[in-house]
C-alpha cells in the first residue's frame, strides 16, 4: 500500500499526523498543491484507511486519569480463541487503550490507564473475571512519561550506503 504513496500524499501524512485540524488550504499551502488536489488525496487516504482516524488527544491528568499501566499478560496455554475473546472483551473498556500480542515471555501486553491503582486493580480483577484464560497479569507502573505518541514516519527508506555495482 506504500508503493500507492507519492511524495505529496506522505508530506500530507506528516502534517496531518501531527495537526488533524489542519486545513486543505494550508497543506496546499506548505506543499504546494492546490487545494482541490490536497482534498482529492485526504478523501483518498481516508477511503484506502490509510488514515485510519483523527481524534484528539486528550491530557489524562487534565481528566483525572493520571496513571498508566503497562499489563504484561499471560495465556494458560496458547490460546488464538482467549486472544480473540479478550480483543473482543477489551473493545468495550476504554481504559484499556491499546493491546499487542507479542513473543516472548508474555503473550499480550495493553496500556492502560486509571484515575489511581485501586481503579486498576478493579479492572484487572473484571479482565481476571471476564478472560479466566488469562493466568497471570505482571504490571509496570509508569513513572513518567517520556514520549507518548502514534506518529508513524512516512517517509520512503533510502539505503545511506546504496550498493556498489
Known amino acids: 500500500m506504500t508503493d500507492a504513496l ?24 506548505r506543499i504546494g498543491l492546490s487545494t482541490s488536489a490536497v482534498q482529492k488525496r485526504l478523501k483518498r487516504m481516508r477511503t484506502d484507511r ?11 491528568a487534565a481528566v483525572g486519569r493520571p496513571m498508566t499501566f503497562i499489563a ?10 482467549t486472544v480473540a475473546k479478550f480483543r473482543e472483551w477489551a473493545r468495550s473498556q476504554d481504559e484499556v ?12 501486553i495493553a496500556i492502560i490507564t486509571a484515575s489511581d491503582v485501586e ?6 480483577a473484571r479482565i481476571m ?19 507518548i505518541g502514534l506518529f508513524v514516519p512516512v517517509e520512503r527508506e533510502v539505503d545511506e550506503d546504496p550498493p556498489s555495482s
Open 6 to 29: 507519492d511524495a505529496f500524499d506522505r508530506k500530507i501524512l506528516n502534517i496531518v499526523q501531527r495537526d488533524c485540524t489542519a486545513t486543505a488550504d494550508a497543506i496546499a499551502d
Open 50 to 60: 490509510i488514515i485510519s482516524a483523527e481524534i484528539a488527544v486528550v491530557d489524562r
Open 72 to 81: 504484561a499478560m499471560e495465556i494458560e496455554r496458547e490460546n488464538y480463541e
Open 97 to 108: 487503550q491499546q493491546i499487542y500480542y507479542v513473543t516472548g515471555a508474555v503473550d499480550l
Open 119 to 124: 481503579a486498576y486493580d478493579r479492572l484487572t
Open 129 to 147: 473475571q471476564s478472560n479466566p484464560m488469562i493466568r497471570r497479569i505482571n504490571t509496570n507502573v509508569v513513572l513518567s512519561s517520556i514520549k
